[in-house]
């Protein structure tokens, strides 16, 4: 059983499009995060959701929106895509608390034509 | 700045080489540390961590990490690396309040040639 899946593995589109990703995790984690990966392999983190709320929002435009219909989701969609989007984009959870290890999903390889 | 530092870019070894790769911090007060390993093409997957207690961490795969706090530092060691040990790995730390987000350092490649 995967723990943290996210569709599409792949997505392929032009500048300009609006496209969604979607995240679930089964491990009863009450916290999900998303996070970047850029061709330099640097992660960083992007959102981070708590029991459907938002608790941390980095300086990310907000062509970026995520939503949590509940605590075993959370979908990041991406409008008015540009070059600079292309990345791998991973999607994690874990429980709440300091310290807690997260556990990752297998990413969603975004490339902008 | 705030920061997580891997000092090695890409190390390559032979097959039974030893490992040591590097990992400082630049958090004040309290922090929890992680390594992940990436194997390509795959997701991260959690080596070991450290929150407390014995300095000397053992994790998955025979990996160990050592937390010296007055160097700021978590080296994770391998005394035999095998093949299968080639993959990106990624130093992590989460401060000890607030939200539980993972800071990252630029990932260290290691490349184990049979």
């Known amino acids: 059983d995967t723990a943290v899946s996210q569709t599409p593995k792949y997505l392929v589109t032009q500048m300009g499009n609006d496209k969604s990703i979607k995240c679930e995790q089964n491990?009863?984690?009450?916290?999900m995060y998303w996070y970047k990966q850029d061709s330099k392999k640097f992660l960083k983190i992007m959102f981070s959701y708590n029991n459907k709320e938002l608790i941390i929002n980095e300086t990310v435009p907000n062509r970026f929106s995520p939503k949590s219909p509940d605590k075993a989701h959370l979908n990041l969609h991406i409008n008015s895509l540009e070059l600079g989007d292309s990345a791998v984009y991973f999607c994690a959870s874990s429980q709440h608390g300091p310290g807690q290890p997260q556990h990752f999903g297998d990413g969603t390889r975004l490339s902008i034509l | 700045a705030q920061s997580v530092s891997q000092h090695n870019h890409h190390v390559i070894l032979s097959e039974a080489a030893s490992l040591e790769l590097g990992c400082n911090y630049s958090?004040?007060?309290?922090?929890?540390l992680f390594w992940y390993v990436q194997y390509p093409g795959q997701h991260l997957q959690l080596l070991l961590k450290y929150f407390s207690g014995d300095p000397l961490v053992k994790g998955i795969k025979g990996f160990e990490a050592e937390f010296i706090k007055s160097k700021f530092s978590f080296n994770l060691r391998k005394p035999s690396v095998q093949w299968s040990d080639t993959a990106e790995y990624f130093c992590?730390?989460?401060?000890?309040?607030?939200?539980?987000?993972?800071?990252f350092g630029t990932g260290t490649r290691l490349t184990v040639i049979p």
């Open positions: 958090y004040g007060g309290t922090v929890n």
């Open positions: 992590a730390v989460t401060l000890n309040r607030g939200a539980n987000n993972l800071f």
């Open positions: 491990l009863g984690h009450d916290t």
